[in-house]
């Protein structure tokens, strides 16, 4: 039977790949919405799917003895790698195919019929994640039983479960909102044109008095003539109030620049790499080197690379964990980000792939940069990894309990050889 589901699976995917292109704009149409239909009914079938799996993989680790407090550990990673998604990812869409699948019938019924995305259903789990099933059920079955979700925007539909959520159980999203304001920070993420979002995460009171300051401090500036645009002063408001320096100011931190030592002399143009950003170019390379070194905040130490493959030259060590200098010597080669596929979270430890305890050396080979949850999840039964000799870029071979192998390759060279 799986077999000929999969050969009809395929069959389908070779029709929409070959789709014609003369059809008229009614036909268009008409091929649109029934390939977002089929794209509903796929997610639908990925989330019984996928709680199947969860099922499966806790049952047998608790035949195979693992401590209750770490079973299910992994399914999500499995999840994620299939579904070519970051591990954080394939947490949100596992614990959305469990809630769809065992509590939210109506909603996966819509989802079944091709009238309701995947999106959609994550707004509906979202806004009761805080309620008993009792009420959870309930708000399945009013916005769903009848479809009226499916007639409804992201927008509506979200207002409309929180309207449900507030009337049947007011106590629990009070308490959700309390909590919510413990979960404040701020984040930063690469932005294009060596800019970066720089996020905060606040209560709404404190978000708007912010954001209020900053546009009173805009149009101050914009009545006294300043020719700057009120995004810029916003901007550079916050920097100067945050900081305590002014925008245009060099602040004293310490930032890890490569680049080779022509592009660094003007010789070429090879683009730079700035750790946690990505990707430079040499000219604005070459001006943060100057203006940090006339102002005696930087220093530079020199990485060397191989000269036929610009990969990092290594040191290897003894020792169970990596020294610092090879610790930082492979974040810098896997330029900061985990390196299980898709996942593109920062690196928080340093691992081996093949596991120390089972002979693996301490070496840059069978080192890679790893997220504290990938790292974990790599210690779940069933799961190996190990380094492969390969004439191309560092690469390490993960197996997954299923039997399924992952193959994750360093990033391309950081600076051109």
Known sequence: MFDTLMRQLDETASVLVDCPRDLSDAQRIDLIRKIEELHCIGSAAQATTAADLDESQRAAQVDAGVRAERVGEGVAEQLALARRESPHKGSRLLGLAKVLAGEMPHTLGLMRQGRLN??????????????????????????????????????????????????????????RARKAETERHVSIRPAPDTMCWVTALLPVTAGVGVYAALLAAAKAAVASGDERGKGQVMADTLVARVTGASAAETPRVEVKLVMTDRSLLGQADDAAHLAGYGPVPAPWARALVKDATAQARAFIRRLYVAPATGELVAMDSRARLAPQGLADLVATRDQDLCRTPWCGAPIAQTDHAHAFQAGGETSAANLQGLCQRCNLAKQAPGWFATPVVTQARHTIETTTPTGHRHRSRAPAQLVGR
């Open 118 to 175: 995947e999106w959609r259903a994550t707004i509906l789990a979202r806004e009761t994640a805080c309620l008993s099933l009792e009420h959870r059920a309930e708000i399945d079955r009013r916005l769903c039983a009848t479809g009226e979700a499916a007639t409804m925007s992201d927008t509506a539909l979200a207002r409309a479960a929180k309207k449900l959520a507030c009337e049947l159980d007011p106590a629990a999203i009070v308490a």
